[in-house]
């Protein structure tokens, strides 16, 4: 296949110079009509080829199709793909307040994929809290750069009572990819702040940039004075292999990418078998876990290790058939929260004092954690809660499948609202205690519940009796 690709490349650059000027190639009008004859004929043979390998391939491979489609697990075409127009941000980010997101519900607690289609020109969300992330995640890259950072090689897996061994990609192409997906879409979003510098030309079997563009070279981030050299996109006939050198290009990239936006990146890669592995990624302000529990792990293995509650009975079914189904162009998003109690007396010197990027407050230090709550050791005095030291933990996570690599890029953007804050907002405190009341057992584990509740539902009845508005639901989730 990487022969193939290899191939068209360079018929496409043969037939844009037969076009403009076939006496670079030195052939006689014969010859050129010759030419152009052999190059009609050679694409058409590799095409034809090509698409009876993969159709034999995936024909042969057992119990390997993917739902919905004809190419087998673990084997991805790059796809072409025009990224839909989308309007540019009317404001600078220092005039651009973080959403209101409060996705929490009246009534009975239900665990489901809570997935909703995504507007293109939603990808990625920042605020005026831009500077003050960024001050975060760099000291955090610079203080535990391996911890939490991570780019994989492509490796084999086996897994008890599965069978055969599971090929599983690297991360490298992904991350290197995801980086100018972000350089493209960041500064056609907020102009104002990114500013790039593309090469010259498109280069010999290196892919374009956006709309045809040729790729781009560097990326102004103006918010913070700071300018990023990318690495090149990688040729197609390299997809799929990996090199040291492609390897530390991957890391670069994923190093460029988590300090580009607010948000936690993590990239996930089909295997063989079809499921979906944590190759690579930059896990900068997890708060409650550490990507290295979770590297390298199949999809249903981060979820049950960090005992998501009625995963098995509720979601693995579905949210492995949605994976292996998502396509190029329908990109999703959700939302989820948690309640953190944030020291009571921040050392307002410190970088994060909110604790944003690791809850040491109740978890103790993060490199002595055991990777499941309670389990640090020494295990941490209780916390002293008061409604002042509570935080609301929203999470909106993004979804969407790259073109090229095939990796599907998952976004965790974090947001802490005080939850006195929250309080202020007409009918919110009503709304947020039937939440947390519904919560099932597992999901009270699950959110470490028992520390905070009896302060935080004293709280909020108080504040909600103080309530005139009478408001109860009239604005659509997650708001």
Same mark, same amino acid.
């Not at 309007?87 to 996705?103: C, F, G, Q, T």
């Not at 965790?412 to 929250?422: A, F, K, Q, S």
């Given at each position: 296949?990487?022969?193939?690709?290899?191939?068209?490349?360079?018929?496409?650059?043969?037939?844009?110079?037969?076009?403009?000027?076939?006496?670079?190639?030195?052939?006689? @009008?014969?010859?050129?009509?010759?030419?152009?004859?052999?190059l009609g004929a050679?694409?058409?043979?590799?095409?034809?080829?090509?698409?009876?390998?993969?159709?034999?391939?995936?024909?042969?491979?057992?119990?390997s199709?993917?739902p919905?489609?004809?190419?087998?697990?673990?084997?991805? $075409?790059?796809?072409?793909?025009?990224?839909?127009?989308?309007?540019?941000?009317?404001?600078?980010?220092?005039?651009?307040?973080?959403? *209101?997101y409060?996705p929490?519900?009246?009534?009975?607690?239900?665990?489901t994929?809570?997935?909703?289609?995504?507007?293109?020109?939603?990808?990625?969300?920042?605020?005026? +809290?831009?500077?003050?992330?960024?001050r975060?995640?760099?000291?955090?890259?610079?203080?535990k750069?391996?911890?939490?950072?991570?780019?994989?090689?492509?490796?084999?897996?086996?897994?008890?009572?599965?069978?055969?061994?599971?090929?599983?990609?690297?991360?490298?192409?992904g991350?290197?990819?995801?980086?100018?997906?972000?350089?493209?879409?960041?500064?056609?979003?907020?102009?104002?702040?990114?500013?790039?510098?593309r090469?010259?030309?498109?280069?010999?079997?290196?892919?374009?940039?956006?709309?045809?563009?040729?790729?781009?070279?560097?990326?102004?981030?103006?918010?913070?004075?700071?300018?990023?050299?990318?690495?090149?996109?990688?040729?197609?006939a390299?997809?799929? +292999?990996?090199t040291?050198?492609?390897?530390?290009q991957?890391?670069?990239?994923m190093?460029?990418?988590?300090?580009?936006?607010?948000?936690?990146?993590?990239?996930?890669?089909e295997?063989?078998?079809?499921?979906?592995?944590?190759q $690579?990624g930059?896990?900068?302000?997890?708060?409650f876990?550490? *990507?290295?529990d979770?590297?390298?792990?199949?999809?249903?293995?981060?979820?049950?290790?960090?005992?998501?509650?009625?995963? $098995?009975?509720?979601? +693995?079914?579905s949210?492995?058939?949605?994976?292996?189904?998502?396509?190029?162009?329908? @990109?999703?998003?959700?939302?989820?929260?948690?309640?953190?109690?944030?020291?009571?007396?921040p050392?307002?010197?410190?970088?994060?004092?909110?604790?944003? $990027?690791?809850?040491?407050?109740?978890?103790?230090?993060?490199?002595?954690?055991?990777?499941?709550?309670?389990?640090?050791?020494?295990?941490?005095? @209780?916390?002293?809660?008061?409604?002042?030291?509570?935080?609301?933990?929203?999470?909106?996570?993004?979804?969407?499948?790259?073109?090229?690599?095939?990796?599907?890029?998952?976004?965790?953007?974090?947001y802490?609202?005080?939850?006195?804050?929250?309080?202020?907002?007409?009918?919110?405190?009503a709304?947020?205690?039937?939440a947390?009341?519904?919560?099932t057992?597992?999901?009270?584990?699950?959110?470490?519940?028992?520390?905070?509740?009896?302060?935080?539902l004293?709280?909020?009845?108080?504040?909600?009796a103080?309530?005139?508005?009478g408001?109860i639901?009239t604005?659509?989730?997650?708001?």
């Amino acid at each position: 296949m990487d022969g193939l690709y290899e191939l068209a490349n360079r018929a496409q650059d043969l037939w844009t110079t037969l076009k403009s000027d076939p006496k670079q190639l030195n052939i006689s @009008p014969f010859d050129y009509k010759s030419a152009l004859f052999v190059l009609g004929a050679t694409l058409a043979v590799g095409c034809a080829f090509s698409r009876w390998r993969r159709n034999e391939k995936t024909h042969n491979k057992r119990h390997s199709y993917t739902p919905g489609s004809k190419r087998a697990f673990g084997d991805w $075409a790059p796809q072409s793909f025009s990224y839909p127009k989308f309007d540019a941000s009317s404001y600078p980010l220092n005039e651009i307040k973080p959403p *209101m997101y409060r996705p929490f519900r009246w009534g009975e607690y239900h665990v489901t994929m809570g997935i909703r289609s995504m507007h293109w020109g939603e990808w990625i969300e920042l605020d005026d +809290q831009f500077e003050s992330y960024y001050r975060i995640r760099k000291h955090r890259l610079e203080s535990k750069p391996r911890e939490l950072l991570t780019v994989l090689p492509a490796s084999v897996r086996s897994h008890d009572g599965e069978g055969e061994q599971v090929h599983i990609a690297g991360g490298s192409a992904g991350a290197i990819e995801l980086v100018h997906e972000l350089a493209e879409y960041l500064s056609r979003r907020y102009p104002t702040t990114f500013q790039v510098e593309r090469h010259d030309k498109s280069f010999h079997n290196y892919p374009c940039g956006w709309d045809g563009l040729p790729p781009i070279k560097a990326v102004k981030v103006s918010a913070v004075d700071e300018k990023f050299e990318l690495p090149m996109p990688l040729p197609l006939a390299y997809i799929g +292999q990996e090199t040291p050198d492609i390897i530390r290009q991957g890391e670069e990239a994923m190093r460029i990418a988590s300090l580009l936006v607010q948000d936690d990146l993590a990239l996930m890669v089909e295997g063989t078998n079809g499921g979906y592995y944590f190759q $690579a990624g930059a896990i900068l302000v997890g708060g409650f876990w550490r *990507m290295v529990d979770k590297i390298g792990k199949r999809l249903d293995e981060i979820h049950i290790s960090g005992h998501v509650p009625q995963y $098995a009975e509720k979601l +693995q079914v579905s949210l492995e058939r949605f994976f292996r189904r998502l396509s190029v162009d329908k @990109p999703v998003v959700r939302n989820n929260y948690f309640v953190q109690i944030s020291p009571p007396s921040p050392a307002n010197s410190t970088v994060d004092p909110d604790q944003l $990027a690791w809850g040491e407050y109740v978890l103790g230090p993060e490199e002595t954690y055991g990777g499941i709550k309670g389990t640090s050791a020494p295990i941490p005095p @209780p916390p002293v809660v008061t409604p002042q030291n509570l935080r609301m933990r929203t999470e909106r996570q993004t979804l969407r499948r790259l073109p090229r690599s095939g990796a599907i890029v998952f976004t965790i953007r974090t947001y802490l609202v005080p939850v006195e804050e929250l309080t202020r907002e007409p009918g919110v405190a009503a709304r947020f205690a039937s939440a947390v009341r519904s919560w099932t057992e597992d999901v009270v584990e699950y959110k470490g519940q028992r520390r905070y509740s009896d302060v935080l539902l004293k709280y909020l009845d108080e504040m909600a009796a103080k309530d005139e508005s009478g408001e109860i639901e009239t604005r659509p989730y997650p708001f």
